[in-house]
């Protein structure tokens, strides 16, 4: 094995969540994503990297990456809904009373 090639296993189910992601687009390659996620774990644990290639902010490709606009939406969505409700009490109707309640 030479200096810059690693050997790794994953697991089907890891595999078969990286393949999606690349088939998708997301990533160019497993590996691309195998060197993101690494450099990331490192970055979020405080280790420096010579090469930078590191994302600026870990929260920020977090909420790039497939789950974590998943999460975004779902985030917003329970945020938006919340407004509503405050917004239907303030007007006094109530939760809920404005549809028909």
Request: no cysteine; charged share 30%.
């Amino acid at each position: 094995m030479s200096a810059d090639t690693l050997t790794i296993r994953l697991s089907p189910e890891v595999k078969a969540a990286v393949v999606g992601l690349v088939e998708r687009g997301v990533y160019r390659s497993i590996s691309e994503f195998v060197v993101e996620a690494v450099l990331l774990s490192l970055d979020v644990q405080g280790i420096p990297v010579v090469e930078a290639r590191i994302p600026p902010d870990p929260i920020a490709a977090y909420f790039a990456s497939p789950r974590g606009e998943e999460g975004l939406r779902r985030a917003v969505r329970r945020e938006l809904e919340a407004m509503l409700r405050a917004d239907e009490v303030r007007e006094g109707a109530g939760p809920g009373q404005s549809e028909g309640g």
